[in-house]
Every structure is written in C-alpha cells, then in structure tokens.
C-alpha cells in the first residue's frame, strides 16, 4: 500500500489567520482525495472530499494537482475550535477499497 | 444524523485470549471496515468487507483476524491469541459504496495486558 506524506507540525497559528497544509501522495493512479480531522483520541471524522476542480466549504478549501500528486487544505479565519490533527487520506483504486491515511498534521490554534 | 456505533469502547484482556469487537454499520451501507491505530500512529487499514465476504485485506490482516456479519446488523472483528502488539484503536466504518466517504465509528480501545 503506497504512502501518503504529510508534515506532522505542530503548526501554532493565531486565533483569525490563515492556514495551509499540503500532503503528497505517491501512487498516480489515486481514485478519490479526503481531508478528515482528529481529535486527541477520537476517531476520524470527514472534513471534506477534494475534487479536481477544487472545492469549498464554508472557511475551508481543498485542492487537488493530480500532475503534482499533492492535495491541499487552507482554512481561513481559523477558530479555537479547529484545533485538531488533519489527515489526508486517499482511495487508491477507488470505489469501496480501504483507504490509506497520511500520518496527520497537528494544528493548534492559539488565542 | 446516522452513524456508526462501536462497543465496547474500552475492552481490556489479557495476552493470549480472543476477543470480539462489536460494530453496527450505519443501515443502509453496503461496505463495511475495520482500521487500526496504535498510539501515536497513523490509521492502518485492515480488511473491507462486502456482500457477506472480505474484499480486500492488508497485510497485517493475518490468520490471527476474521471478520463476521452474523446477522443483518453487525459486523465484527475477532482477534485470537491477542498480543501485546494488538494493543490499539480499532475503528470500523461503512459506506454506501463508489466514492462516497467512508464514516468512521468512535473506536475501541483495546488494551492486552
């Protein structure tokens, strides 16, 4: 099962910027992208699907450059709340196969 | 909102017996999971399972595992002669299938003493 690589952090960013995590992937035939989050000994939970085209919702925005294999998340106006590890996860052939995870990066949001 | 359910969620055991982690996939998924993660580690894969047989297996998904669907609700993983190793996070997850995302459970942490 090829990887998926991620910078652990921890990024420590104020309360209201911006910020942005990248994630590589390293098998080009990758069907279908996903950003969940982590809290501290809970289980993942779906942030957001990323298509081709780029796609967002609400403060959060997922891209995708297949020529590159990396996906991206930036997340705006960033609240106490969003504190949490951000895993990058990919189906690699698609449809219902396992999913492969990314190691998380651990963002902390500081007031 | 529906969701998966997950019991127990802490199951403690001692080294070399069997347990069974209970799972009840959200009703109308038709694909089911099992994941792991030991602490401090990334999410691990361990086997999918569709239409009452595993369709996909890692490879730490050995003779030590089975998967179960006893009846039209759960779906369960079973680990004899647990190790010290064993010792994790074990999240199931389900979908409806093709690209959907898959949603996760809110894990069992097994403990082998």
């Known amino acids: 099962r090829k990887e998926v690589e991620q910078d652990p952090g921890p990024f420590n960013v104020p309360e209201g910027a911006t910020v942005a995590f990248n994630c590589t992937y390293s098998?080009?035939?990758?069907?279908?992208f996903f950003w969940y989050r982590q809290d501290c000994r809970k289980e993942p939970k779906l942030l957001m699907s990323v298509y081709s085209s780029g796609n967002e919702d609400g403060r959060f925005t997922a891209q995708l450059n297949r020529a590159s294999q990396y996906i991206s998340l930036l997340i705006r106006d960033s609240k106490l709340s969003d504190s949490a590890t951000y895993l990058c996860?990919?189906?690699?052939?698609?449809?219902?196969?396992?999913?492969?995870f990314g190691k998380g990066t651990h963002l902390i949001i500081q007031p | 909102e529906p969701e998966v359910t997950q019991t127990p969620s802490h199951q403690v055991t001692q080294m070399g017996q069997e347990v069974i982690l209970r799972c009840v996939p959200i009703?109308?998924?038709?694909?089911f999971y099992w994941y792991r993660q030991i602490l401090g580690q990334k999410v691990e894969f361990l086997v999918s399972?569709?239409?009452?047989?595993?369709?996909?297996k890692s490879e730490i998904f050995d003779d030590q595992f089975s998967v179960e669907r006893p009846d039209g609700s759960n779906f369960t993983l079973k680990i004899r002669s647990t190790k010290l190793e064993d010792s994790a996070m074990y999240f199931c997850?389900?979908?409806?299938?093709?690209?959907?995302?898959?949603?996760f459970g809110d894990g069992t942490r097994l403990s082998i003493l």
């Open positions: 996860v990919v189906n690699i052939r698609g449809g219902a196969d396992g999913l492969t």
């Open positions: 009703s109308n998924h038709l694909y």
């Open positions: 098998n080009s035939a990758s069907q279908s």
């Open positions: 399972f569709y239409n009452n047989e595993i369709s996909e």
């Open positions: 997850a389900s979908t409806g299938g093709g690209y959907q995302p898959q949603h």
